[in-house]
Nanobody, 125 residues
Framework: QVQLVESGGGLVQAGDSLRLSCAASGRTFSMYTMGWFRQAPGKEREFVAGISRNGGTTYYTDSVKGRFTISRDNAKNTVYLQMKSLKSEDTAIYYC??????????????????WGQGTQVTVSS
């Protein structure tokens, strides 16, 4: 089992950058495939980015490709989401998610077993 705690959200201007962090508890973080999802007001939660256990494989939703970068530091039990060139449409609650020993990071919410509490990102235009 793993517990996830996100941090790094905030209020920024369009074009600014933010880095989200997700700290995981437990000694087997490297066995978890990780993902970032987001949920805007009135919308369903959607996949943003995913990363494999060793960090060698990453996936992104089309709307963030070239602007967001997911990475992980298994020694620090932390996964990151570096966000650049932020847009107002990136405004959402961002959630970190984990699934044990998945081969590749999935894009479906149902593919993840553990979730953090979320961190708010607000981008003003």
């Amino acid at each position: 089992q793993v517990q996830l705690v996100e941090s790094g959200g905030g209020l920024v201007q369009a074009g600014d950058s933010l880095r989200l962090s997700c700290a995981a508890s437990g000694r087997t973080f490297s066995m978890y495939t990780m993902g970032w999802f987001r949920q805007a007001p009135g919308k369903e939660r959607e996949f943003v980015a995913g990363i494999s256990r060793n960090g060698g494989t990453t996936y992104y939703t089309d709307s963030v490709k070239g602007r967001f970068t997911i990475s992980r530091d298994n020694a620090k039990n932390t996964v990151y989401l570096q966000m650049k060139s932020l847009k107002s449409e990136d405004t959402a609650i961002y959630y970190c998610a984990a699934v044990y020993r998945a081969v590749v990071p999935g894009r479906d919410i149902s593919g993840y077993d553990y979730w953090g509490q979320g961190t708010q990102v607000t981008v003003s235009s």
